[in-house]
């Protein structure tokens, strides 16, 4: 990155604090996130679902909610390392402030056990791709516990990346043809587990990413090791 108004400019500098812009927005929009997801979490049965706690609309949407407090957290432990960690959301500012910063270990295996009790309520196969689903969940579990390994260095926590990427193996479709992720026409190809649909309806700066040559703002220089990843073919 190589102008000085983007936000992940003194990242790529490598003198970024706390408090520059890409951290500074990751710690407010994930406790916005986490926030949201305690209230779905901490009042899902207000609402009184026809089959109560064995209803199983109720029970997806809670293991939806669950997978995506377990996402943001992970974002924030693997950011920040200690961080602010509640399951109920406070109630005041006083009580806000006086959250005591919890250990990493803490917040990873409590990742992966909500993870593991959110996994089967999720559908299969779900018919939009943007919706959660135990595949989704179990690869971000396997992702997970390979952060808390190297984190906390821990091999023991490979054990769950590896039963999880066996269970993911057990109904992964052979792979297609790479150069049909650039097209459209391709949003339910069988092998992709989770994606941020675009709708033109939606205000959106995707494409904000393009390349400045073509009217875009991109300004993230590819690295050679990128350019190598591809196979040439002249």
């Known amino acids: 990155v190589t102008h000085s108004w983007n936000r992940g400019y003194n990242m790529g500098r490598g003198n970024a604090t706390s408090s520059s812009p890409f951290p500074k927005d990751k710690w407010n929009s994930g406790y916005v996130s986490v926030q949201r997801a305690n209230n779905i979490i901490n009042n899902i049965d207000v609402y009184q679902w026809p089959d109560g706690t064995n209803d199983a609309t109720r029970n997806t949407y809670l293991a939806e909610a669950r997978t995506l407090r377990a ?10 390392g200690n961080i602010m960690f509640y399951e109920v959301n406070p109630a005041t500012v006083a ?9 990493p270990k803490t917040v990873f295996d409590f990742i992966l056990k909500e993870l593991a009790e959110a996994i089967p309520a999720l559908p299969e196969n779900p018919a939009n791709k943007s919706k959660l689903s135990k595949p989704a969940a179990r690869l971000l579990r396997a992702r997970a516990a390979a952060y808390a390994a190297g984190y906390l260095s821990d091999k023991s926590y490979f054990n769950i990346t590896l039963s999880e990427t066996e269970e993911l193996m057990k109904t992964a479709p052979e792979l ?16 992709v587990i989770l994606v941020k649909s675009y709708s033109a309806d939606e205000r959106n700066g995707w494409g904000d990413w393009y390349n400045n040559s073509i009217g875009g703002y991109c300004v993230t220089t590819p690295t050679k090791a990128l350019a190598d990843a591809y196979e040439y073919v002249g």
Do not use: K, T, W
């Open 71 to 80: 996402y943001f957290y992970l974002d924030l432990v693997c950011l920040f």
């Open 95 to 103: 009580d806000a402030a006086n959250i005591p910063q919890a250990e």
């Open 176 to 191: 297609g043809n790479y150069e049909s992720l650039f097209i459209a026409g391709n949003e339910n190809m069988a092998e």
